[in-house]
């Protein structure tokens, strides 16, 4: 008996692994024609532990003190052994991982992938791709740097143009009237725990979502037949479909080594891509650096901010939008998925990018 | 028929080992950059040298400094003379503490005595202090 054979009999008589392997592996079955598309929450997955790996190790040579971090982060990248491709890697993944999350979401709106009683799946996903902007907000600031310091001086600042308590609310995010030491203890316990903490329960009841309900077919081909729901819980069954593992499991695999090839040639051969001169300069509290701009992610936001001729009305498009897209299968109740079916909604999904990517280009220029 | 059914096996098993060869190549691709990353940062050479000023060890006291790293300790026993030694105890690791009026080291862990020249007194530490080597430069102390 081979030695791996004889470790798998061992667990298996005391804990029945081959029937878990069996029910929950083998033997569950996803559509037949489930795509790549399908393969970007494993992705974001993945990147989320690369992130998680990454920072602990950057914690162990991190000081969160205002004196000392920005030389602590100089520390880690020009003198601890391998310091700059662990920081790299982890400030350059925190750009894929949004990368990933926007075109999960976009994937699963093309297809309406959030029909068929999955509002919660919808919804937990949505409040994570926010809270990951939170989490690239709050680690933004922790190296201390001019663009540290004066990105997240804009930012915190978009919350004071809600009136009455608009000013009180930036004082208590930051812990001061500006951005100080207070606010890189508060951001640095939000970033390396509380935020974390959150984050690992929600993609827990995420997935718990979409294990109960089923993954969704998609809406091509002759063979896509619309749901019919039925006035109880029902798992959506997927017979004669593709096998998890080792099937769809591959097809994951390799669309995660694809992105994590993004990332390291990022790393390598493009390393200043999110790091503009300001981020070698520590931060200096009297000195404004000219042209700071968010990160791309936010620019959209920023952009908006200012089209608009009060604050007030710009971040209130800003929440009104983000709500409706929250709420969004709660709105949208029709039963068809088919893109083709949908003509108002692909015609709104394709304006909605461009005039993201079109308002983003906008802010990065203006 | 015989050599039909064996090929898929064959092929399976070589695509196992190859499977498992590129991934250990990846493992130790990723793992090295991880254990020098965890790795301590390289400790001084023998040319390390600490130089303390001679007015912060006055006869009879005794000035703590780290040396290579590691706590060490230099007192001038009488006029003019210096004496450095490690002030580890060389039975489980606490640090020495002088007792200036028994002109003595004692380890506050297990009450093990050393002598102003690190030798053992009483106690259960089973060698001397290790001692470091001290030269004098004008008003410098040079150890190392």
Redesign the interface.
Same mark, same amino acid.
């Given at each position: 008996m081979s030695p791996l054979k004889a470790l798998i009999d061992f667990f298996d008589v005391r804990l029945g692994v081959r029937e878990i392997y069996q029910r929950e592996l083998a033997g569950y079955l996803l559509p037949r024609r489930v795509n790549i598309w399908y393969t970007l929450g494993s992705v974001v997955l993945t990147l989320f532990i690369v992130q998680i790996l990454t920072g602990i190790?950057l914690l162990?040579y991190y000081v969160p003190d205002a004196e000392k971090a920005f030389q602590s982060v100089q520390y880690i990248t020009d003198?601890?052994?391998?310091?700059w491709?662990?920081r790299m890697l982890h400030a350059v993944g925190a750009n894929v991982i949004i990368i990933a999350l926007l075109l999960h979401m976009l994937s699963v709106l093309f297809m309406a992938a959030y029909k068929g009683r999955r509002e919660l799946t919808w919804l937990s996903g949505f409040i994570l791709f926010n809270l990951a902007l939170i989490l690239c907000l709050t680690g933004y600031l922790l190296p201390w740097s001019q663009l540290s310091f004066w990105a997240t001086t804009v930012a915190t600042d978009v919350p004071g143009a809600i009136p009455v308590v608009g000013d009180l609310l930036v004082e208590f995010l930051r812990g001061g009237e500006t951005v100080n030491n207070l606010t890189l203890g508060r951001f640095f316990a939000l970033h390396v725990v509380g935020l974390p903490l959150v984050l690992l329960a929600l993609i827990g009841f995420h997935l718990f979502c979409v294990k109960r309900r089923g993954i969704s077919t998609p809406p091509f081909g002759e063979e896509y037949q619309q749901e019919e729901l039925l006035p109880f819980f029902e798992h959506e069954e997927h017979p004669g479909g593709t096998p998890f593992f080792p099937n769809y499991v591959v097809k994951d695999a390799a669309v995660i080594c694809f992105f994590l090839a993004f990332m390291l040639a990022i790393v390598f051969y493009a390393p200043g891509l999110f790091f503009p001169p300001s981020a070698f300069e520590p931060a200096d509290p009297f000195v404004t650096p000219p042209g700071i701009k968010p990160e791309w992610y936010f620019l959209w936001a920023y952009q908006t901010l200012k089209i608009f001729p009060s604050e007030i009305i710009g971040l209130g498009v800003q929440i009104i939008f983000m709500t409706f897209l929250a709420l969004l299968p709660f709105i949208d109740r029709g039963a068809e998925r088919r893109p083709a079916k949908r003509p108002i909604f692909l015609t709104c999904f394709v304006l909605g990018i461009l005039l993201f990517v079109g308002i983003s280009i906008w802010g990065h220029y203006s | 028929m015989e050599q039909d059914l064996m090929a898929p096996k064959q092929r399976r098993k070589f695509l196992q080992i190859l499977a498992g060869g590129v991934g250990v190549l990846l493992a130790a691709a990723a793992g090295w950059? +991880?254990l020098?990353? +965890?790795?301590p940062?390289g400790g001084g050479d023998a040319s390390d040298q600490v130089t303390i000023n001679r007015g912060e060890v006055a006869p009879g006291s005794v000035h703590m400094f780290q040396y290579r790293g590691r706590p060490a300790v230099v007192l001038q026993p009488s006029p003019g003379e210096f004496v450095a030694l490690s002030a580890v105890c060389t039975h489980l690791g606490c640090i020495v503490q002088w007792q200036e009026e028994e002109d003595l080291f004692l380890c506050p862990c297990h009450a093990g005595r050393f002598a102003a020249d690190g030798t053992v007194i009483s106690g259960p530490p089973p060698e001397a202090l290790e001692t470091l080597p001290v030269t004098l430069e004008g008003d410098q102390i040079l150890v190392g």
């Open positions: 190790l162990i003198d601890v052994a391998f310091g491709l662990f | 950059p +991880l020098r990353f +965890l790795a940062p």
